[in-house]
């Protein structure tokens, strides 16, 4: 098995539909999936972030409104047939080899295949798929066609289809999709262009085609209303490839810097490059993603799910995605379950996100941020204060939750009350806090999104004798939104709702410190004090309930239901209401030890005012466990989350199977449908903040890991406040950036050099001999680690620095030593520096190791400055000359006793930080007599300028001075 590449042998037509979500490629801003240019099955979809529609349909004899992301036209049809034959269709084809790879590295889907016609004429096929992430409106597909025992012609029909619509999911079917209207289809030279408008949105897209052929010839396109095709004849000559390439733009008119979508289209496809260079820039641009992105396990098996998981993640959520007015689709830009829409799921992506890609996660708070006014007006239109933010979003913030849903069980379309999922803003909210602990910066419009959300549940919490109580809402588990027999839907007092709103006051106040700019109200923060402090919490047989109510539901008969996920579509179809039994889909109250530690949730629950005793928690998590059917992907992230430190190998199975759980469409067929990716960042950050431990605090960043015993070495690059740092562990210890330890502050020194130091570090190992972990182990640190300053340009720390370079046998200025010819300090200051004035003895503690410093003097020439290396040896400073030189004439008077006053002056800059310090001192220099140089030579001192250098120079400090420049 590769690490880095999903193989599927064979034509599976029953698995095509997970095979073509799986096998989409994107790059933030679109993604098409990866359904064969031809034949049958095949489900394709393109689809553009943020690109909604608004259509009314006819249920049930009422008419809802549901917004869809769009089906955008099709740009992969491609066909193909050899002479006298009908176009090549898989599922009707004589097939000799059948396969699709898709190479995770790289962001590329190669189709080979080799089939027989009923001539006997052998014909090998590779196909290679790129969406641009270098070139965001750029994709492309390379064919080369090989006649093996046959020469002749091969006829190709490219085509660019606007017929399409919103069939991707059967249980919508019964719903209008055809979204797109208004079709007209063009060529302009040798290239072929469709447009369509969107029904209701009015989003003008734009496909254009380039079709380059290395032999033969082409038609011009033939134009019909809705689809435009392009024939093409090779002439293949036996055993010598012969290649095709379709190069298509996708423009809309949501694009900036765009005129009309038609015109900028045809200017991307025109000028974008041959399909070597394409890809080639394409594969340039993974290879520094995947750089920032790397979370390095072991074992080819648990690597390549943790990779498939990346991939998709940054395919639905790239740099390109952080200038976009997009959200975190629920299924990413795969298929159309959930209808494209943004959920809560950005609560399991942007934790990973801030600390690798801050500018992806900022980008994702502003498409909430876009959407405050949205989310105050429904506030205010349901009596509350502050913002409420929609359980569904999509284009413009409105809440887009079906007002009814279907019951494939049963047949049945139900009411939906899913919109009272009120938590959502908690999970916008405690997206902005981790954002801000992972990058030190909070806004004024981050800021004033928190307030406001802290607004809204302060208003939604009612004083009732003595307690606070937040009254008609869902929790996280979605089963329960009644109480059994109730005329309205919600229920009171939600346990993870609670907690987590008293969690919100204490952020509230620490937001409004931070930003002096976003004024609370007055007498607000008492208010929002006040109820953190009496929000009401149940409890029932020695564990957190989940809402007020829960102790008095039935118990399920979990025999006759084992094995079934979705317990609330059995039960409704066998005429029963999932309301009436304690059951949950997925983890609601355990949502709690996923967001807190135990620390957190242990001080919120004292802090309003109950008593907690050790087991609480262990009880809890075991009580809902036993009640949980784990109806959603979620669930098997947050129950390894909550396991780890109680169940380790529970805890490992549940991480496996939350890892593996679009692989293998452990849901049973909703993956064809699309990707679960709050389920895909879950397990990102279940590696990273739960088994690696890596927590961002105000005060710094802390590592506790505690990795389950089939989980061996973990490492991963991060960015913490603009840090890049290298995180590995194993069971014995934690490490930053190669050293052993269990915090890092923000204001902690990291060296960086100017030259490539990875080469540098090859160079010396190879000279040696050694191996990559003798040197590992000689310097105290992981082979993980030296491998990554290998082959990344990164910043370690001094002492990793130091004890690298003796492992070596060589000095750190060695190893730094690629900046020869550039002077130090020549980047921007740092954005708020301060000047500390240091005493003498802290002046001398930094000159004390050597190195080079400066002499400054009055020569016969003028004023005089000349670098020297000095060593500090019995409190003086000693350096060496050559005799007959400027520093032996110019520096002595001719009279005995009687030295000339120089100055001498050292510094150090930080480059990454833009910090350093300055050391002066002004002392009189004397020559020494050759019957002392024998002891002065023990000082080590060594002139980098070689030659014969004898004379000796001592300077005596009698003004010591110094100053050191703090970026932070």
């Given at each position: 098995?590769?690490?880095w590449?999903?193989?599927y042998?064979?034509?599976d037509?029953?698995?095509e ?34 690109c909604?529609?608004?259509l009314?349909?006819v249920v ?6 549901n ?15 050899t ?15 059948y396969r699709?790879?898709l ?6 889907l190669?189709r080979?295949?080799r089939w027989?016609?009923?001539?006997g ?6 196909q290679?798929r790129?969406?641009s992430?270098?070139d965001?409106y750029l994709a ?10 046959w ?5 190709v029909?490219?085509?660019l ?10 249980r ?9 209207t ?10 072929a ?10 989003v003008?897209?734009?496909?254009a ?15 019909a ?7 093409h ?32 289209a ?12 394409l ?8 290879e520094?993603?995947?750089?920032r ?7 080819s ?7 498939v ?8 959520l ?18 159309e379950?959930y ?15 801030a600390?690798r890609?801050?500018e ?14 949205e989310?105050?007006?429904?506030a ?6 502050g ?9 413009d ?35 902005v806090?981790?954002h801000f ?13 928190l307030?406001e959300?802290?607004?809204f ?11 606070y ?15 059994p ?14 907690v987590?709103?008293a969690?919100?006051?204490r ?17 607000e ?21 989940q809402?007020t109510?829960y ?6 008969d ?9 317990l ?5 179809a ?5 309301n ?8 609601d109250t355990l949502?709690?030890?996923y ?6 949730l ?15 928690i ?17 669930s098997a992230?947050v129950?390894?989350?909550a396991?780890?430190r ?7 199975e ?13 849901q ?6 699309g ?12 590696l ?7 927590e961002?605090r105000?005060?710094g ?5 505690l990795?389950p015993d089939?989980?061996?070495e973990?490492?991963?690059p ?9 995180i590995d562990?194993?069971?014995?210890e934690?490490?930053?950036?190669g ?12 060296m960086?050099g100017?030259?490539?130091?990875g ?10 001999g ?9 310097a105290?640190?992981s ?6 300053l290998?082959?990344?340009a ?9 004890r690298?370079?003796?492992?070596l046998g060589?000095?750190v ?6 900046g020869?010819d ?32 400066r002499v400054?003097?009055?020569?016969s ?5 000349l ?7 019995d409190?003086n400073?000693?350096f060496?000359t ?16 009687v ?25 009189p ?11 002065l ?9 070689g030659?014969?250098?004898p ?14 420049i703090?970026?932070?």
């Amino acid at each position: 098995m590769s690490a880095w590449t999903l193989t599927y042998e064979g034509f599976d037509p029953e698995g095509e539909g997970l095979r073509e979500a799986l096998c989409t490629l994107g790059n933030g801003r679109f993604a098409t999936r990866g359904a064969t240019p031809d034949g049958e099955p095949r489900t394709p979809g393109t689809y553009l972030a943020g690109c909604y529609d608004r259509l009314d349909s006819v249920v049930a004899g009422h008419t809802v409104t549901n917004e869809d992301i769009v089906h955008l036209p099709d740009w992969l049809p491609l066909w193909f047939a050899t002479p006298g034959t009908d176009w090549f269709r898989p599922q009707a084809a004589d097939l000799l080899l059948y396969r699709h790879e898709l190479d995770l590295r790289h962001g590329v889907l190669v189709r080979l295949l080799r089939w027989r016609d009923a001539e006997g004429r052998v014909t090998r096929v590779r196909q290679r798929r790129l969406v641009s992430m270098a070139d965001p409106y750029l994709a492309a597909q390379e064919c080369t066609f090989t006649a093996e025992n046959w020469s002749g012609p091969l006829r190709v029909r490219a085509a660019l289809e606007g017929r399409v619509a919103n069939e991707g999911v059967a249980r919508y079917r019964d719903l209008r999709g055809d979204h797109l209207t208004c079709h007209e289809t063009g060529s302009e030279d040798d290239l072929a262009w469709l447009t369509a408008v969107t029904r209701s949105s009015h989003v003008a897209v734009t496909l254009a085609a380039r079709i380059d052929a290395e032999t033969g010839t082409g038609a011009r396109p033939v134009l019909a209303g809705d689809h435009i095709t392009s024939d093409h004849v090779l002439d293949l000559a036996e055993g010598r490839p012969s290649r095709l390439v379709k190069t298509v733009a996708l423009t809309s008119s949501r694009d900036p810097a765009s005129h009309d979508p038609r015109s900028s289209a045809l200017r991307h496809v025109r000028r974008a490059p041959p399909f070597p260079e394409l890809l080639a820039r394409h594969m340039a641009a993974w290879e520094r993603l995947w750089r920032r992105a790397r979370m390095d396990v072991d074992g080819s098996e648990l690597s390549q799910l943790v990779h498939v998981n990346i991939f998709h993640l940054l395919q639905t959520l790239s740099p390109h995605t952080a200038g976009l007015d997009a959200g975190v689709p629920a299924r990413g830009l795969h298929g159309e379950a959930y209808r494209g829409h943004v959920f809560w799921d950005e609560l399991f992506v942007l934790p990973w996100l801030a600390l690798r890609f801050p500018e992806i996660s900022e980008g994702l708070l502003r498409y909430r941020w876009r959407r405050l006014p949205e989310a105050m007006d429904a506030a205010r239109l349901a009596g509350h204060d502050g913002a409420m933010f929609p359980w569904q979003s999509g284009s413009d913030g409105r809440e887009e939750t079906q007002v009814l849903h279907l019951n494939p069980k049963s047949g049945r379309w139900l009411p939906d009350d899913s919109r009272l999922q009120r938590h959502v803003g908690l999970a916008v909210a405690y997206d902005v806090w981790q954002h801000f602990l992972a990058t030190g910066s909070m806004p004024a419009w981050c800021a004033e999104m928190l307030l406001e959300i802290a607004r809204f549940f302060a208003s939604l919490a009612v004083e009732i004798d003595g307690r606070y109580e937040i009254r008609g809402v869902m929790g996280p588990d979605e089963y329960h939104d009644a109480y059994p027999g109730a005329d309205s839907p919600g229920l009171d007092n939600n346990a993870y709702t609670n907690v987590m709103t008293a969690w919100l006051m204490r952020r509230a106040r620490e937001a409004a410190a931070l930003c002096p700019d976003v004024t609370p109200r007055p007498g607000e923060l008492d208010r929002w004090d006040d109820v953190g402090r009496r929000l009401r919490v149940d409890f029932h047989d020695g564990v957190i309930s989940q809402f007020t109510g829960y102790a008095g539901l039935e118990e399920l008969d979990w025999d006759r239901y084992r094995g079934v996920r979705r317990l609330d579509r059995a039960l409704e179809a066998d005429g029963d209401d999932v309301n009436r039994y304690k059951a949950s889909k997925q983890a609601d109250t355990l949502m709690l030890c996923y967001l807190l530690t135990g620390g957190e949730l242990t001080g919120l629950l004292e802090h309003l005012g109950y008593e907690v005793d050790d087991g609480l928690i262990p009880r809890t998590i075991a009580y809902y466990l036993r009640r949980t059917s784990h109806g959603s992907t979620l669930s098997a992230v947050v129950h390894a989350w909550a396991l780890a430190r109680l169940d380790r190998e529970r805890s490992w199975e549940f991480f496996i199977e939350a890892l593996q759980s679009d692989l293998k469409d452990v849901q049973g067929g909703t993956t064809a449908e699309g990707i679960h990716l709050g389920a895909m960042g879950g397990t990102l950050d279940l590696l990273q903040r739960c088994y690696l431990g890596v927590e961002p605090r105000r005060d710094g960043l802390w590592l506790d890991p505690l990795l389950p015993d089939r989980l061996g070495e973990v490492s991963m690059p991060i960015c913490y406040r603009g840090r890049p740092l290298f995180i590995d562990a194993d069971h014995q210890e934690a490490r930053v950036n190669g050293v052993a330890c269990r915090t890092f502050k923000p204001g902690e020194a990291i060296m960086s050099g100017t030259g490539d130091l990875g080469r540098r570090i090859i160079h010396h190992r190879e000279r040696r001999g050694l191996t990559r972990e003798q040197v590992a182990e000689h310097a105290g640190m992981s082979a993980g680690y030296l491998k990554y300053l290998e082959e990344h340009a990164d910043t370690p720390d001094g002492g990793t620095l130091y004890r690298l370079a003796d492992a070596l046998g060589t000095t750190v200025d060695e190893l730094l030593g690629g900046g020869h010819d550039r002077p130090p300090g020549r980047g921007p200051a740092a954005a708020h520096p301060s000047l500390e004035t240091l005493d003498e003895a802290e002046s001398l503690r930094l000159i004390a190791p050597g190195g080079i410093g400066r002499v400054a003097f009055s020569g016969s020439h003028g004023p005089t400055v000349l670098p020297v290396n000095y060593k500090l040896h019995d409190g003086n400073i000693i350096f060496r000359t050559a005799a007959g030189g400027p520093m032996d004439k110019d520096l002595r008077t001719g009279l005995d006793g009687v030295d000339i006053v120089i100055a001498f002056q050292i510094d150090h800059f930080d480059e990454a930080t833009r910090e350093g310090w300055s050391v002066l001192v002004q002392g009189p220099a004397h020559h020494m007599p050759p019957e002392e140089t024998a002891d002065l030579a023990r000082s080590g001192v060594t002139p980098w300028a070689g030659g014969d250098r004898p004379l000796y120079i001592r300077i005596t400090p009698q003004r010591v001075t110094g100053r050191r420049i703090h970026g932070i």
